[in-house]
């Protein structure tokens, strides 16, 4: 790059105006002002620095353009092996965002009440020392269930720091919105189904498709999932590149996505009714024998016998007295009917080959006079009502269509389905999983390549010694690890006993009871596998007191009021708490309307760290630059919990904070080095080149059919469940929910309704077949311009995508009298917010379709009637976060509810002309590079 001479205040100038073009394609050099040699204070100096973005979850790596300290220029890394030099949206947006007039670069107090938007710039040490005031003194008066914290809402790094944080205070309380709202319930029910991955495109665990060179997938099954806008860049374009090679794709959604305009057959589902469709797969397959046989025989639970009373699989000793079972007593023996005999045998673990009977899936037989099913007989028996026209008719399809689909999905030799976020946010949060996974299950589409479903990592190995585990209590048992409680499903009650004993007893018992009282969990215990709390019950504490009343909230990310359901419900309960700490690097209209004090973070330009996986590498995020006093996204609840301590004398309440993260900067970067195997920080970014990226061979990370290894106990490895087998029927959901098995081990929870072990059918509870009053059911997604609730700041990003916008069909926007880009009212039995109607025959018609929106200008000083913003367009004043609920996860109504649609007049503090996005335009270039602040 050519260097030129420019004046300070024209560089400046022009990396304004550059830092925007950039943020479109366009190149700072073709941006500069040429000026006088003689007004020239200093030449410039270009260095490209490799990083990775962080405008979404998929984190693709980056070349950072920067001059004079300034980044310019952002653009793909043509080395990544799936987004290869690609870059979206999103992460170009980074440089408004990282120079954006709206960043928060020192700790800010409140100066005047909430919601006046006044603010007092604040030391670092003054601000710790006020939270800690703050906290110390609640608790004390109070007690730890006083203090609570939450993330999530976009741009957050701090997961396992806000699951931590409350523990080292002695409290239970902790949420994030994105926890059973977004791919916990995927997440967790493949760990409940198998021990194994799940089927999420856009939290990286699908990775074997993306494999282009040497793909061996026929079909892929996007359910949900929409790569083409939520992952642009990856997996996205990984898509893309598998259809250019005639991979064959089946999209399900209510929205006619770019992925479902690429399609070779599109289900536009009736919102919320995927289960009804997930059952007519079954049924189909199940009927005209399409599923993998021997698959479902021997490696999945299908042909166990069910006791009617206790809802789980009959153990061979149950039935037969003088049964003596060969397999280790971790290894049960179950009963099948033997399809030579009829009768009921033993069904002993083995290989296939050595089996002793030949396992009917579908029977039903009576012993002692008690009539048992199959779990496979059962699944058939739930899925018979839901033939292709009755499912075409309660799911608004085609029955043709449904059909295609079945035939396409079970006619490849290699298929997988991709599960994406829109179950999350309904009553059926984990009934679309065991769904999605069942289906992947009995057609044999698991650890094979081309298949969604394969374990890979370092952490699975290609010819195990060992039959395989799982860990619960935190991400793959890092909790139960930590603090003593939860069992290894797969270890026998001896050894989990002997496991548990070798614990400190105090910290078990502190962590037991934490677990015990943690707000909603005796009813949806599945949130025990990240240790959240249930969002509902949180806010029902806060305004009520019981069972204990939350007094002071540390949150860790985000807009609150755009990610929260029924947005007004927690504006409304504000008041009730005492404090309000923040950290991110905006403020929003969260901050703005609740916080008291607001901790400055790094945005990802700024922020060291590891990337997530593409394939077999890992990647850096990089410290590009760093402007004013923002610190990595760990650091203020080390620091908050390090002054705590001071003011009670060294002691804390609760738990050591083993993921609280690191208290310096330098800790942090070291980390960071470690974990891509260089000696230290400097090391790493002095060579970037010799570490970066970080790549595992290819034989030591892609496994397939681990589970047919023989292990030291003499049989074959099986899955990380108690029967060894992929449990379509997945017995794990019956115990969890009478004793909080494993989470809770060696404590119980009590007991709640049965969760179901299969995929069930469950109506909306807002169901447009009976709603004259709000006639339309409203679903939503993302757009490809931003993540979340982040980035509404970017300027060519809101010119491109201004304000909310509703997808309406032509017809139904015609007998409403509604044309295109018309502005109307869109209302729920829980609010009202206003859209511009984008008519399109890609939705039903009566359905309707938005993104999940706010806008954060309305507390723009030159607004006459100034508010914090987020009302006027967020869809999450219209949804619903009360019961029902999913029964595993506690999910809400996120989509598939109703709402009635009007002609109305834009709102008149909502900015829609490119002219009036000109306050985001970056101003902060010249702001001074700071060092580390501890």
Known sequence: MQERNLTRRSFVQAATLAGAAAAIGVSMPNALVETEPAYADEPVETKVVKTSCHGCIQMCPVRAYIENGVVVKLEGNPDAPVSRGSLCLKGLNQLHTMYSPRRVLHPL???????????????????????????????????????????????????MEAMTLPMAFGSPTVFEPGCAQCYLPRYAMAKYMYGGNDQSVADNAVQEIFKVEDNKADTVVLWGAQPSVSQTAESGRGMAELRA???????????????????????????????????CWFRYIFENKLYNEEFTKFWTNLPFLIDPDTKLPVKAEELFEDFVSPTPENTPAYVCVDAASGEPKPFVFSLPENADVDPEIFATVEIDGKQYKSAGQIYKEEAEPWTLEHTAENCWLQADKIEEAVKLYTGASVAGIVNGVASDMTES?????????????????????GCTMTQY???????????????????????????????????????????????????????????LDRLGMKDHKGLYTWCHSHIPTVREAIATGEPFKPRVWFDMSGNKLAMLGNAKSWYDVFPEIDFIIGQYPMLTSFHVEAADLVFPVREWLEEPMVNMTQLNTSWLQNECVHIGETVSHSIPAAQVIARCKEKWGGTMPGLTPGYIGSATEAEVKESVA???????WEELINNTDKYVPCVIPPEDYWHYKQYETIVDDGLPAGFGTE????????????????TGYPFCYPYEQEACADYSPICTYIEPAESPLDDDEYPFVLTSGRVPYFHHGTMRHAAFARELFPTAEIRINTRTAAELGISHMDWVKVSSRRGEVHARAYLTEGVAPRTVWMERFWNPECYDESQPNKTA?????????????????????????NRGFTVKIEKSEKPSNVWVEPHEFEPFMPTLQSEPQTKDVF
């Open 869 to 893: 913003g987020w009302r006027e367009c967020n869809v999450n004043v219209l949804t619903k976060n009360d019961a029902p609920f999913n029964e595993v996860f506690g999910s809400y109504t």
């Open 674 to 680: 470690a974990t891509l195997q260089a000696p230290s």
């Open 109 to 159: 107090k409140r100066a005047g009440q909430r919601g006046e938007n006044k603010w007092e710039v604040i030391s670092w040490d003054e601000a710790l020392d006020l939270a800690a005031e703050q906290i110390t003194s609640t608790i004390d008066k109070y007690g730890p269930y006083s203090f609570f914290a939450s993330v999530g809402g976009g741009g957050s790094y701090s997961f």
């Open 429 to 449: 949060a984990s009934q679309v999983p065991l769904g999605c996974m069942g289906l992947d299950a009995i057609m044999g589409y698991v650890d094979i390549p």
């Open 457 to 515: 990592g370092t952490g699975v190995v290609a010819n195990p010694t060992s039959r395989p585990v799982t860990y619960h209590n935190g991400f793959d048992g890092m909790f139960s690890d930590m603090y003593g409680c939860g069992a290894v499903v797969g270890l026998s009650d001896e050894e989990n006993a002997e496991r548990i004993a070798s614990f400190d007893p105090a910290v078990q018992e502190q962590f037991g009871r934490l677990l």
């Open 245 to 279: 090679q005639g991979v064959k794709t089946i999209v399900v959604d209510p929205n006619f996505s770019p992925d479902a305009q690429k399609a070779d057959v599109w289900l536009p589902v009736r919102p919320g009714t995927d289960t009804g469709l997930l059952l």
């Open 723 to 738: 029967s060894r087998k992929f449990e379509v029927y997945c017995t794990l959901l019956l115990k969890m929910a009478r």
